[in-house]
């Protein structure tokens, strides 16, 4: 902020990260981020698009479900509908929130197999897995059966990444490849019949926002906490402050595939 004495700085910087380092980061929901950080959202509008599918469903899974926020929206859920997640703080939270409308929280480990036996569902969805197992997902879906799924795109918010960890290599920087996913879910059996990808405009406003983010998002920097990139989180709220909001880009990418009746 102009005119804002080197003290005072830093007066605010150590309020706003014990604020954001004390604040829980259970479940999906970033409703704390609000006023704090803005990310544009993808045109297909996932969470609407699941819904209508969901309306259209048997039995449905939600892989890796977080707190089971998204998948509660949809105004109508399947009259078999399953949540898989890993965490025990999420699986906790998903259990209280998708119980009451009917949908039963299993606790995965997010590794081959899923736990549940072959063509059992009629519709999987996932938002933002950190990992699609496409040939458990082949095998859970009935034939003709519907995989709807928004991910994390390639270098997604890597300005941010790159800002603590530097430059960062190939391998990372194309890894969650739409075009890769593709030949993954090919491979696995289905047929891919919607592939989308867009970059999107990300603004931190304050670097609580950074902090309450990279605590969440814990694989963008691995093991960060704030005593470890202080000096790093210090400059970039300097920064802030004086220049502005840090402005990244997030890569979106949904992928629609089906699996192909048996002859």
């Known amino acids: 902020m102009p005119g804002t004495s080197e003290e005072e700085e830093r007066t605010r910087f150590e309020a706003l990260v014990a604020e954001a380092a004390a604040v829980s980061v259970d479940g999906w929901d970033f409703s704390w981020l609000d006023g704090r950080a803005t990310e544009q959202r993808p045109s297909w509008g996932y969470a609407h698009a699941m819904a209508e599918r969901l309306g259209r469903a048997r039995a449905a899974l939600d892989i890796q479900t977080g ?150 998002v814990i694989w963008m920097v691995p093991g960060f906490t704030v005593e470890q990139y202080r000096p790093q989180l210090a400059a970039l709220h300097h920064l802030i402050e004086t220049e502005g909001p840090f402005v990244a880009h997030t890569t979106r990418f949904l992928i629609e595939a089906r699996k192909p009746q048996q002859p």
């Open 67 to 216: 707190g089971g926020e998204v998948l509660a929206s949809a105004p109508k859920l399947p009259p078999l509908t399953v949540a898989t997640e890993s965490w025990p703080p999420n699986i906790a939270r998903a259990t209280a929130l998708l119980h009451p409308l009917g949908a039963v929280v299993v606790a995965d480990a997010d590794e081959p197999p899923l736990p549940f036996g072959d063509a059992a569902f009629d519709l999987v969805v996932s938002r933002h897995p950190v990992t699609t197992w496409w040939a458990e997902i082949a095998r859970v879906l009935k034939p003709s059966g519907t995989y709807f799924s928004q991910q994390v795109g390639p270098a997604s918010v890597f300005e941010l990444v790159e800002y603590f960890l530097g430059p960062q290599p190939p391998e990372a920087r194309g890894a969650r490849d739409p075009q890769r996913a593709r030949a993954d879910a090919e491979a696995a059996g289905l047929e891919v019949v919607d592939l989308r990808l867009e970059t999107l405009r990300t603004e931190f406003f304050d670097i609580g926002a950074v902090v309450y983010f990279l605590r969440k």
